[in-house]
């Protein structure tokens, strides 16, 4: 059974082009070109858990976006990717903490675009699986369980504030993990505003753990947003 796509893109064009793209993977699309258009196919989908996922345009003509985000939040756990051309770090961080699973701003690669959306389908589709429980990309290698990290076949010794920081972004892997959703898991909910802490513990984890800590392959920057660690190989 195909997965299921709700599209909600006024921009016919780019609706038009995204149905197709996705159509050749093997995606179902539903287009929507308004948020009425979408909550009807909502509710002809049973519940939002018909859905697999969202595309969510923010400037339609009935709306914002965000509504629908916060509506879908309140009902389902359907991951749901913010594509737009507002790219203003505080609005991405807020749809990130509100829920959203990813942010894409256009114009975006279709390649891209295919790339997150495995990785938030992935995410959710793990809920009933075992948990993440190891990472490998590149050299780089991660088991959580053993708290062991290999850099190239070399044992990595982390402190324990390193090792709590890369294993929220593992547990977490190809997805942007917000500043404040770090500081508040590694270093509690009191800690959130103390984006220095980050620097610095990022820092000391891109000195052992990248070939080029200016120039990282495995600990990236969402600037303004937070981080990323890339996605893992496909036979991790
Ligand atoms: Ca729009």
């Given at each position: 059974m195909s997965l299921r796509i709700l599209l909600v893109e006024d921009d016919r064009e780019l609706r038009?082009?995204?149905?197709?793209?996705?159509?050749?993977?093997?995606?179902?699309?539903?287009?929507?070109?308004?948020?009425?258009?979408?909550?009807?196919?909502?509710?002809?989908?049973?519940?939002?858990?018909?859905?697999?996922?969202?595309?969510?345009?923010l400037g339609l003509p009935d709306g914002d976006g965000q509504s629908l985000l916060a509506e879908l939040r309140r009902s389902s756990n359907c991951p749901v990717i913010v594509i737009s051309a507002r790219e203003a770090e505080g609005q991405k961080i807020r749809l990130l903490d509100e829920g959203a699973d990813d942010?894409?701003?256009?114009?975006?690669?279709?390649?891209?675009?295919?790339?997150?959306?495995?990785?938030?389908?992935?995410?959710?589709?793990?809920?009933?699986?075992?948990?993440?429980?190891?990472?490998?990309?590149?050299?780089?290698?991660?088991?959580l369980r053993t708290r062991r990290v290999r850099r190239d076949g070399g044992e990595v010794h982390l402190t324990p504030t390193e090792f709590e920081l890369l294993a929220r972004l593992v547990r977490q892997a190809g997805q942007v993990v917000t500043h404040r959703q770090l500081l508040a898991d590694v270093w509690g909910p009191e800690h959130t505003e103390q984006t220095h802490y980050l620097r610095l513990y990022m820092g000391q984890l891109r000195a052992k753990l990248e070939a080029d800590s200016a120039d990282p392959l495995h600990l990236l920057t969402e600037p303004g947003v937070g981080y990323r660690i890339a996605e893992p190989d496909a036979d991790a």
């Open positions: 038009a082009t995204l149905r197709e793209a996705l159509g050749v993977e093997g995606y179902e699309v539903q287009p929507a070109a308004s948020l009425a258009d979408a909550r009807a196919l909502l509710r002809q989908a049973g519940t939002s858990s018909g859905m697999d996922l969202v595309l969510l345009d942010y894409l701003v256009k114009p975006f690669g279709i390649g891209e675009l295919l790339a997150r959306l495995r990785v938030a389908l992935r995410h959710r589709g793990h809920r009933s699986q075992p948990a993440v429980l190891s990472y490998r990309h590149g050299g780089l290698d991660i088991d």
